[in-house]
């Protein structure tokens, strides 16, 4: 952690630039709010609600059953589940069973999700009962160390006039037919008393949760993301943000006790949706929307509204595709979004434009984050003041967080102010490392003055008054929607189709999501493909995210003299 204070004079009022309470077990933010707040309402989904009573007994069976099942302290247990109210019950129920959470994108196909089990060495997977997760779950945890399979079906955490009505109407989604020998989360819980073993944790070196990156080199790496990892980052956050909660009064800290209500739009597979929304909101007592599908309706994204004028949220984080799905709906003006306080954004640059479009229709404001998977995931956050923010800027380092803007071609060299190089961070929020990757931990890391830097491979500088912003991007990482994409990973599995003889893959600017995957081809010679049919191909092997939204067949592309594809070549073009 760094002692020194950020050289600022825009530093937000009252803001301390330490936090030093953060160094105990994450399971820990559960039992204190269940404590302090045991009536609150924690998850909302479809009209039912879960207190955080409710939420820390199933959590507590849960981490009773895996002990049961011989779940010891560092195993792995993986989670396929989209926004529904039983991940956190099952998040929480295997960090207190003092397994590590294993956090995988369930909208993967059956191999991408086959490799993070094997690589993670995953024991158990907890899955949504579905007509398409489920199958593919079935074929993921082939040739794996996998040996139990819950299956969570939403059922039971509907009202229960809902579960009627969609159980005779067969509108609950399920699986055609389970496995022999999978188990269903209801049976699993009420089988289990809430006692789970007493663990002892080391917060700082103990594992929490291990999410999947592609890094700076594209290839899949396990982040491994400590306890400490996570309460500092949300003491740090608590103690940065400040709201003003009534017109006329002063910007506060966020008030706790159930006053707030978060908006949980961005998947908590996600590292920046599981630690702003979904323990965020734990951390003062709040309540939490589930929204397994934003763009579930007629248009895309009218359920989020229809959600957002019920249960009135008052604070969103989202990536800048979700506010601009916000201010380009069609249906806007029927419905009163006025509950919204504030905002986060990240995983994205957010556009200027976007951010007044969405302030003027709210009368909000949104803050601008920047941080990594590896840092769990917030380093920097743009004042929550609209006096000292800059708009276009990340802001200042969270308290005890320092960055350091270093030469590109000699990472030990730190840049002046103003002038551009790598950004490299050290804080309390850094992970542990990557997962058996010992060579990409030597390549991730610098050691400046005895500390610990993470090296993130994007380029900024810092401005004479403190502020930093992100110029551009080192790796050839494409940002779709706030979701990483690396060009390796979908050339690769282009690759394996038996017409293609050559692939490179690069990202364009798009008004929706930012940037949009974009292939080149050459075929072998002899075939012929038309674009629907490579768009089918890739429909079938990867995620949604990672697939061409624009393909170009070309004679030739673009190489260098030893072979290498010449991606660059192709943005200039571009």
């Known amino acids: 952690m760094s002692d020194q204070r950020w050289e600022t004079p825009f530093w937000p009022e009252g803001v301390a630039h330490n936090v030093t309470n953060y160094h105990y077990p994450l399971p820990q933010i559960l039992d204190n709010t269940a404590e302090k707040y045991p009536d609150n309402v924690y998850t909302i989904f479809n009209g039912a609600f879960r207190t955080y009573t409710q939420v820390k007994d199933t959590a507590d069976r849960i981490a009773n059953f895996l002990a049961g099942k011989g779940i010891k302290k560092g195993d792995k247990v993986a989670i396929f589940l989209p926004n529904i109210p039983h991940f956190p019950e099952v998040l929480f129920g295997i960090l207190k069973s003092g397994a590590v959470a294993v956090n995988c ?17 995953s024991k158990m997977v907890f899955c949504m009962d579905h007509p398409l997760l489920y199958p593919n779950t079935v074929e993921a945890i082939k ?8 299956i969570c079906n939403i059922k039971s955490y509907l009202p229960k006039i809902k579960a009627f009505i969609g159980g005779i109407l067969n509108k609950i989604p399920k699986a055609a037919s389970h496995e022999p020998g999978h188990l269903m989360f209801d049976d699993i819980v009420a089988m289990s008393s809430p006692n789970p073993p007493s663990i002892y944790f080391n917060p700082d070196e103990d594992t929490a949760v291990m999410l999947y990156t592609g890094g700076t080199t594209g290839v899949p790496k396990g982040a491994e993301l400590s306890h400490a990892n996570f309460t500092y980052n949300l003491e740090a956050c608590e103690e940065y943000f400040r709201l003003v909660h009534e017109d006329g009064q002063k910007a506060e800290k966020m008030r706790h006790g159930g006053y707030h209500t978060y908006l949980g739009v961005l998947p908590w597979y996600h590292s920046f949706g599981i630690t702003s929304a979904l323990l965020f909101s734990i951390l003062s007592g709040s309540k939490l929307i589930c929204i397994p599908d934003p763009r579930a309706g007629n248009p895309p994204f009218t359920a989020v509204l229809e959600a957002v004028q019920k249960y009135r949220p ?6 800048p595709t979700i506010f601009v799905a916000f201010t380009n709906h069609a249906l ?6 006025s509950s919204i306080m504030g905002c986060l954004s990240g995983g994205a640059p957010l556009p200027p434009e976007v951010c007044r479009q969405f302030e003027d229709k709210t009368g909000s404001i949104i803050f601008e984050a920047y941080g990594l998977t590896e840092t769990a995931p917030a380093a920097c956050i743009n004042p929550s003041f609209k006096e000292t923010r800059k708009i276009g800027s990340i ?6 967080t320092d960055i ?21 961070i050290c804080g309390p929020q850094v992970m542990k490392g990557y997962w058996n990757k010992p060579d990409a931990n030597d390549e991730a890391f610098v050691f400046i003055d005895g500390n610990r830097y993470f090296l993130t491979g994007d380029i900024g500088n810092i401005d004479n008054d403190g502020y930093i912003t992100i110029t551009d991007r080192k790796k050839d990482m494409i940002i779709v929607g706030g979701f990483n994409v690396y060009p390796r990973d979908v050339e690769d599995i282009l690759y394996t ?7 490179a893959v690069i990202g364009v600017p798009d008004d929706k999501s930012g940037e949009k995957v974009k292939a080149f081809i050459k075929l072998k010679e002899g075939e012929t493909a038309t674009r629907e049919e490579i768009t089918a191909f890739c429909k079938e092997n990867m995620a949604g995210y990672k697939r ?19 991606r660059r070549v192709l943005r200039d073009e571009e």
């Open 105 to 121: 994108n369930p909208s993967y196909t059956p191999s991408e999700l086959n490799y993070q089990l094997k690589d993670s060495e």
């Open 143 to 150: 040739d794996t160390e996998v040996e139990s399979v819950i």
């Open 314 to 319: 008052t604070f969103i984080t989202a990536v």
């Open 332 to 337: 806007l003006d029927k419905f009163d979004i």
């Open 395 to 400: 802001g200042f380092p969270l308290p005890g």
């Open 404 to 424: 350091k803007i270093l030469d590109l071609g000699n990472p030990e060299k730190e840049m002046p102010r103003g002038e551009d190089g790598e950004v490299a």
């Open 497 to 503: 189709n038996p017409k293609v003889e050559l692939a």
């Open 548 to 566: 061409p939204r624009s393909i170009e067949f070309r004679d030739e592309i673009p190489v260098s003299n030893i072979g290498k594809v010449l």
